[in-house]
Nanobody, 128 residues
Framework: QVQVAESGGGSVQAGGSLTLSCTTS????????MGWFRQAPGKERKGVSC????????IYTDSVTGRFTISRDNAKNTLTLQMNSLKPEDTAMYYC?????????????????????WGQGTQVTVSS
């Protein structure tokens, strides 16, 4: 049984930092590109970042470029999202997901339909 679990969310003031982690079990971690999505109340789920199976290719949505860093440790089956200079508009539920391919591409990294396995999410709240 595949399990995906996020942790590290919380409440911070604008300008602060948080580190989200995602652990997986029941799948061969390096067979999958991995992604982070977020969903604010009343809005659709949107792709934040994607990293390919080897950690060599990373893609970010424009609004987080330069502030967020995605990384992975295949030996530990762990995905991380370092979030710096947080803004109130970053407030959302953040989800980790395993993509159906080993690669990340600009034209599909943010399509939720391309991801097979999802965690339950971790809440990030940024106050002004």
């Amino acid at each position: 049984q595949v399990q995906v679990a996020e942790s590290g969310g919380g409440s911070v003031q604008a300008g602060g930092s948080l580190t989200l982690s995602c652990t997986t079990s029941g799948l061969t971690f390096d067979d999958y590109a991995m992604g982070w999505f977020r969903q604010a109340p009343g809005k659709e789920r949107k792709g934040v970042s994607c990293i390919n199976w080897a950690g060599e290719v990373t893609i970010y949505t424009d609004s987080v470029t330069g502030r967020f860093t995605i990384s992975r440790d295949n030996a530990k089956n762990t995905l991380t999202l370092q979030m710096n200079s947080l803004k109130p508009e970053d407030t959302a539920m953040y989800y980790c997901a395993a993509k159906g391919t080993i690669g990340c591409y600009n034209d599909d990294y943010d399509d939720p339909n391309g991801y097979y396995y999802w965690g339950q999410g971790t809440q990030v709240t940024v106050s002004s």
